[in-house]
């Protein structure tokens, strides 16, 4: 398996501008996770899925930001509008029971920038 | 509330010595911990994990890990230390919701090996 897949590695983009970033999960995984790294917070989960279905959405910053998971496996977070202090790493990770520790696994990450 | 603590931001240690990175966790019940690593501009990686058994967990690159149930303390530890093993390391702990599980991480604690 190729592993999470993330698209695109790195974006640059202007303030106000609509940012999609893309996740194709693990294949069989059913627990799909967005995360947020940035040298001030840190890593922030951000929403995740449980079979496709948003199961805590809570450290969604704010409106602008929104998550969808329409099959197994894609998933995107939309960022609209952005701005500056958006910038930051994000990572899609899966994970499954089934594969006998819940570990998670990760994406090499998204790097968005916004000017 | 669950949650996980990395007391140290950075932990500088010369090649061959041994090495630890501290976690301490709260959460209700049984905890699963997890240590992840971060190499720069790369996602997380799973190193080694805890469910049950033995309290010595054993994982990747040689490294391994002593639970601490009395301490609610998960230490990440490595024999002799190697100048590849500067990284950031990160520690989780799964919590969970209804029925699926969320990792929830520490603010992570950067590794410096010096040769």
């Known amino acids: 398996d190729a592993g999470v897949i993330q698209s695109p590695r790195h974006e640059v983009t202007e303030m106000g501008q609509e940012v999609t970033l893309r996740c194709k999960p693990i294949?069989?995984?059913?627990?799909l996770f967005w995360y947020r790294q940035t040298m001030m917070r840190g890593l922030e989960l951000l929403i995740y899925?449980?079979?496709?279905?948003?199961?805590?959405d809570s450290g969604m910053p704010e409106d602008r930001f929104s998550a969808k998971m329409p099959n197994a496996s894609f998933s995107t977070l939309k960022i609209q509008p952005s701005e500056p202090r958006d910038s930051a790493v994000y990572f899609c990770?899966?994970?499954?029971?089934?594969?006998?520790?819940?570990?998670?696994?990760f994406g090499q990450g998204t790097r968005l920038t916004v000017v | 509330a669950q949650s996980v603590a990395q007391p140290e931001d950075q932990v500088n240690v010369a090649e061959g010595n041994p090495l630890t990175v501290k976690c301490t966790y709260s959460?209700?019940?049984?905890?699963?911990l997890f240590w992840y690593v971060q190499y720069p501009n790369r996602g997380l990686q799973f190193l080694l994990k805890?469910?049950?058994?033995?309290?010595l967990v054993k994982g990747s690159y040689g490294f391994e890990a002593e639970f601490n149930k009395s301490q609610t303390s998960f230490h990440l530890k490595k024999p002799s230390a190697l100048v590849s093993d500067s990284a950031l390391y990160f520690c989780?702990?799964?919590?969970?919701?209804?029925?699926?599980?969320?990792?929830?991480f520490g603010s992570g604690t950067r590794l410096l090996v010096r040769p």
């Open positions: 959460v209700s019940g049984n905890p699963y």
């Open positions: 990770a899966s994970s499954s029971k089934h594969t006998g520790g819940d570990e998670a696994f």
């Open positions: 294949s069989g995984h059913n627990s």
């Open positions: 989780a702990v799964r919590a969970r919701m209804d029925s699926s599980y969320k990792l929830i």
């Open positions: 899925f449980n079979n496709n279905v948003p199961i805590d």
């Open positions: 805890y469910i049950t058994g033995d309290n």
